[in-house]
């Protein structure tokens, strides 16, 4: 037998990575009485090179997530061919909005106003009408994103009064130190009150590789999982 490729090698662990959290996913809605058909599992690919981005697609994934513009925009030009959703995750400054919806198809965090403002007039521009969910802070702490839950109402108004954006939902990311059954509790209440301006927003963001059980008790219909799919990534990224 010939040795094993080095592409056949992580293809391997790709495959064993995506199986297993599929396999949580199945786990977690049937603990929750939930239908595994309601949950869109977004891989994060972000650190990942597109070869990866390209494995993935050939075991069925369709939902790629990213948190750097810097990083993003070049793999999603290198996958242009691909079938693929990108969702942008991470902070988003306001200068790299024009880059961003040019391939972003949610955007998962936006988080203050003048964010609303750049991106609709980025959308505009490239005569997109583009889905976002407002982050919210489960914590209220300062420097990790997301609006906090009494500003919630406001910015979803201000989302919709801009004809470039359609507002989806709500993201969350669990706090650290906060068992995130508990963090995600209030979930389901913070769609509810963008679902108040905006009937059919839908999409509730939450759960990673260590939380997503927690996230799929709260309801969340959009899982962002990357290290336990594709391996832990060095740190400080
Ligand atoms: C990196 C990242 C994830 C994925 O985290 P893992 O622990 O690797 O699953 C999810 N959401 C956001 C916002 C991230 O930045």
Redesign the pocket.
Known sequence: MLPATPDAVRLEQIRSGLAAVRGRVVSACASAGRDPDEITLIV?T?TYPSSDVRALVGLGVRDVGE?RDQDAAPKARECRDLDLRWHF??QLQTNKCRSVVTYADLVHSVDRLSLVTALAKAAAAVDRRLDCLIQVSLDGAPGRGGALPKDLAGLARAVGEHPSLRLRGVMA?APLGVPPLEAFAPLPDLLGEVRETCPDADVLSAG???DLEAAVARGATHL?????VLGSRPPLR
Do not use: L, W
């Open positions: 994060v972000k948190n995750i991470g990311v990673m590789s260590a962002r999982v990357g290290s336990a």
